[in-house]
C-alpha cells in the first residue's frame, strides 16, 4: 500500500522544514509528499521551493489562495496515483511510528473495508494535552467524545482512501474551521466509517488557532469567527442538505442565533454579526437551495 501525504502551508518557511523533516524521519517514508503553498508573495514562494527541494519525493505546487479547504483540495488532486492520504498542516508534527501505524491498519481489512474507512488517532500539544479521535458531532456542532464509533475525525492524525476525493472533496466554503467535519458528514452518508486508532499520534505544535489568533472583534479572535461562522455553515448543510430533516433545521438555526447573540454579548462582540454571517457564506448556501428546488 501506498500513503502519501499532502501539506499546506502558507507564509512558515521554518514551520514547514520541520514539518518535513518529521515526515521524512518516519520508520515508514511516505509514498510521496505534495506541499500546495498559500503564501501572499513570491519571495516567501520562493523559499519554500528551496526548503521542499532537499526532500526526496516532494512536490512543491502553488495553492489557490482561497483557504486552507481549497489548498487542501489543490494538495490531494495533486496525488492521483496513490492509496492512503494524510493531511498535514505546517505545524503538525507526524509521530515517527505514524505512517507505520495506518498502513498495518489497513493491512488488516479486507480491500472493500480498506476502500470505505477513515483512521483516526490522537492530536497531541507540548503540554500533554490529548483530543482523541473518538469523536462525534453535537447537535449544535460541537466535538464531543464518542462512546461508539467516531462520527468525526482528528485531521492533524487521520488518514483517509484516495478513492473518496474521486467521490467528495473539502468544502471551500469553510474558509477556515470544522471542515473536517462536514467532510465526515458527508462520508458517513455515502456509508463510509471512521475507525478509532489510538496508536496514530501527532504533535499539533501551535493548538491556539495559528496566525488566526489575533484581531477579531471585541474579546473574540479572527479564529474565533471563522468558527462560529463554519459552525452556522455546516448545521444548515447537515439538516437541510445531508440529512433533510426540517424540524431539526428550524430548531438549530433558533438556538444558533439565540445561543450566539448571547455569547458575542458577553464576549463584547455583537459587532461581530455582520462578519459571522458574510463568512458563513449562508447567502449563498440559500441561493444554492433555491436553485436546487427549482430544477426539481
Not at 101 to 122: C, H, K, P, V
Not at 187 to 210: D, F, M, Q, S, V
Not at 249 to 264: D, E
Request: aromatic share 10%.
Amino acid at each position: 500500500m501506498r500513503l502519501s501525504t499532502c501539506i499546506t502551508t502558507r507564509n512558515a518557511p521554518d514551520r514547514l522544514n520541520t514539518c518535513l523533516e518529521a515526515i521524512w524521519n518516519s520508520q515508514t517514508k511516505p509514498y510521496s509528499v505534495i506541499v500546495s503553498d498559500d503564501s501572499s508573495d513570491s519571495e516567501m514562494e520562493q523559499k519554500n521551493r528551496k526548503i521542499v527541494e532537499k526532500y526526496p519525493s516532494t512536490t512543491y505546487i502553488l495553492g489557490p489562495q482561497r483557504g486552507v479547504n481549497a489548498n487542501r483540495n489543490c494538495a490531494v488532486n495533486a496525488v492521483p496515483d496513490t492509496d492512503l492520504i494524510a493531511f498535514v498542516d505546517d505545524d503538525i508534527w507526524i509521530d515517527p511510528d505514524f505512517i507505520t501505524n495506518a498502513l498495518n491498519r489497513y493491512s488488516q481489512m479486507s480491500l472493500q473495508d480498506r476502500e470505505r474507512t477513515f483512521i483516526t488517532g490522537i492530536s497531541y500539544t507540548a503540554s500533554g494535552h490529548e483530543k482523541k479521535g473518538a469523536a462525534k458531532l453535537s447537535f449544535r456542532g460541537y466535538y464531543r467524545p464518542s462512546d461508539g464509533d467516531p462520527e468525526c475525525v482528528r485531521i492533524h492524525s487521520a488518514v483517509f482512501p484516495r478513492s473518496f476525493f474521486n467521490e467528495e472533496q473539502w468544502e471551500e466554503n469553510v474558509f477556515f474551521g470544522q471542515g473536517d467535519a462536514i467532510l465526515c458528514l458527508r462520508a458517513l452518508k455515502r456509508g463510509y466509517r471512521i475507525l478509532y486508532c489510538p496508536e496514530l499520534r501527532a504533535l499539533n505544535t501551535r493548538p491556539e488557532g495559528g496566525t488566526l489568533a489575533v484581531g477579531g472583534v471585541g474579546k473574540l479572535t479572527d479564529y474565533d469567527i471563522h468558527q462560529i461562522a463554519a459552525r452556522l455553515y455546516i448545521g444548515i448543510k447537515r439538516y437541510r442538505d445531508l440529512f433533510p430533516n426540517r424540524f431539526k433545521l428550524v430548531i438549530f438555526l433558533l438556538i444558533y442565533f439565540s445561543h450566539m447573540t448571547i455569547y458575542l454579548l458577553r464576549k463584547e462582540a455583537i459587532k461581530a454579526w455582520p462578519l459571522i454571517i458574510e463568512r458563513s457564506q449562508i447567502k449563498k448556501l440559500f441561493i444554492m437551495g433555491s436553485q436546487d428546488e427549482a430544477l426539481r
